[in-house]
């Protein structure tokens, strides 16, 4: 089956439509699966990203960085 595709991943642009299967799909779970040099770019409209968890993944340099369409994260 392999890795997943966060692991290996320069860059995750999440642009899915909030569903009851994407909320909250950006979590712990995805964040630690991506490499410290890896950067999320949200360009979805709200929900995807659980925000508390990617402040935490920012803070502890978890990802490198993140920018959000609407919020502006660095």
């Not at 999440?14 to 890896?38: H, I, K, V, Y």
């Not at 409209?45 to 803070?59: F, I, N, P, S, Y």
């Given at each position: 089956?392999?890795?997943?595709?966060?692991?290996?991943?320069?860059?995750?642009?999440?642009?899915?439509?909030?569903?009851?299967?994407?909320?909250?799909?950006?979590?712990?779970?995805?964040?630690?699966?991506?490499?410290?040099?890896?950067?999320?770019?949200?360009?979805?409209?709200?929900?995807?990203?659980?925000?508390?968890?990617?402040?935490?993944?920012l803070g502890a340099r978890q990802i490198a960085g993140a920018t959000d369409l609407l919020n502006q994260i660095v």
């Amino acid at each position: 089956m392999g890795r997943p595709a966060a692991v290996t991943a320069y860059a995750v642009v999440l642009s899915c439509p909030l569903t009851d299967q994407t909320r909250g799909l950006m979590n712990d779970a995805a964040f630690a699966a991506m490499p410290s040099s890896a950067y999320l770019i949200n360009v979805a409209r709200g929900g995807g990203v659980d925000e508390a968890t990617l402040l935490r993944a920012l803070g502890a340099r978890q990802i490198a960085g993140a920018t959000d369409l609407l919020n502006q994260i660095v």
